[in-house]
């Protein structure tokens, strides 16, 4: 008795949908063949299989259909069965059989298709661990990651998951974190770095401080907006879903009518050949592939972004960055890397540029203005070891001062180092200054004895930053301007650097909204994207048309406030991102008008013509699953770049 149970559990299982569909299909086929072309003797058992496939192909069907009969809104699953059976009550039950082979097997690639675009929910609901070890008074203790609090201490060791968002205590790693940001390579980390929930510790053990519970990660706020953008419907999928129950009452009414029309008008006109007419007429008519054209490829085109690291917060919010033809770019953190890094050493005269980049390591190594930031991380990138500099003072808005080997070193402004340099050279690096002013850049001189280096520093731009127009116009975006609230000659320099022409600088966060809102009124037609950093930029997002924000991981404000997250820094994911939308908008379209056509031509066809219900099921059928295959493309769409 328990085995049965069993069986029939297994019937009704959603997964098993397509073995039902299959098993539907086999017997369907055996018995047509032994019905048909078997000898007499096996016809019985040929015309019993055929049933049985009426029955197998009525397990999922007959239980939707009658949940939409109770809830009195029928539905495409009411057409199915209806006309399956009555086709089977006037002597056909192996076109009724085929008719619900054809509408499982549909329904079952469907679910598969919609699985596969769910992916990356489940993909991201099993990133967490079972459990976090976390210090207890002197001893680490297996705890479950719910009840972590901030404050807590976990230990983090090579090949295992970090638990909650925190910032790391003790050790050096490098993370993966490719599920969460579709980020290819590892993400190195050091003491005072940030980390994420469900990223994996590659080598080396970590101790991290707990930051928030489990529940406010960045992992389950990423995971809700997946589920809340898969559950939300474009509006065009929403216009489908009002109508489709007036539509199948229609249907019926228009089935309804053509039996009496040909049973009744024509004189010879017969019942069952007037109820044959109709009950194709309901089958063709049934809008199966209309109504699951949006949907898939809906689901597919938002799994195929949150696989690449760009979260799109549901179809309406595609449709809208499928429509945009406007851009405008934050500048700091969005089209440079938010942090000054040296671009240049320019030694004076024959001066020794390592040797003095030794001297300003080891006057700013323990600094943590970004400036002593940068030039400690240009010395160690060219494998310059601090000089032990002595009595080191901050003088406040000049520089710092110190000594080594007797004499005073110098690290500041042209103004503050003039005095130590060579009479005959402080021309010569005031030029050097100046110029590096005129470009946008910050200049710092480092001074010692008879020697000088003029360090260059500024936020540089982003990798790929240079090709975003070109790239962004073959994607069809018409404008791109560039919002920044930094200086003019610092913002018109790197908007020249990258091709862009429209520049709207010194701009307050309520003067980036203002000019959005005047860069919309000055257009017609299209949607308006801004994309900023998600954190000073939320004003904009939130007034634009679209908001994308740039390295939305750890941000709450990206989260809540933009509608497309980019959880990746890598910026050729702003047009990649609009050029899926784009090619999902077309799928859609090409499934819509795809669908009616065919419901337009089997239905004409089976009013005026004679279509055998067999050909008007593989129409109806075939049409649902070359609309799910369309959709399905979009999970192949190539990575950025």
Known sequence: MKTLRSIFAALFDDDHRLVVAIAAGVTLVLGFALWTWGPESLASIGQGLVWVSLALGSVHGLRAAAESVVEFRPDIDVLMVVGAYLSAAIGHPEEGALLLFMFTLAGALEYRAMGRARDAVTRLSRLMPADAMVRRDDDWVAVEPDSLAPGDTVLVRA????????????????????????????????????????????????????????????????????????????????????????????????????????????????????????????????????????????????????????LIKGGEAMERLAAVDKIALDKTGTLTMGQIEVTHVSPIAASDSDQLLELAMGIEQHSTHPIAAAIVRAAREHAISPADVASIETIPGRGVEGTFDGRPVRIGSFEFCEEMLPICFRAYTRTLVDEIRAKGGLPVVVAHGDGAIVIALADTPRPGAKKLVDQLQAVGVGQVSMLTGDHRVIAERLALELGIEDVHAQLLPEDKVAEIRSIRARSTGGSLAVVGDGINDAPALAVADVGLAMGGIGADAALETADVILLHDDIDRIPWSIGLARRARRIMLANLIFAIAVIAILATLTIIGSVPLWMGVLGHEGSTLLVVANSLRLLAVADPG
Not at 160 to 183: F, I, K, M, N, Y
Not at 208 to 215: D, I, Q
Not at 232 to 248: E, G, W
Not at 274 to 296: D, E, F, K, N
């Open 159 to 310: 090949g295992e998951t970090v638990p909650a968002d925190g910032e790391v205590l003790v050790g050096r790693s490098h993370l993966d974190q490719s599920v969460l940001t579709g980020e290819s390579l590892p993400r190195a980390v050091e003491p005072g770095d940030e980390v994420f929930a469900g990223t994996l510790n590659q080598h080396g053990s970590l101790e991290v401080r707990v930051t928030r519970p489990t529940t406010e990660s960045s992992l389950q706020k990423i995971l809700t907006l997946v589920l809340e953008a898969q559950e939300s419907r474009q509006p065009l999928q929403r216009l489908i879903d009002r109508f489709s129950t007036p539509y199948a009452v229609g249907v019926f009414v228009a089935a309804i009518a053509t039996l009496l029309g040909f049973w009744l008008v024509p004189a010879e006109g017969t019942f069952v050949s007037a109820s044959y007419r109709a009950i194709t007429l309901l089958v063709v008519a049934s809008p199966c592939a209309l109504v699951i054209a949006t949907p898939t490829a809906t689901l597919c085109g938002l799994s195929r972004a949150a696989r690449a690291g760009v």
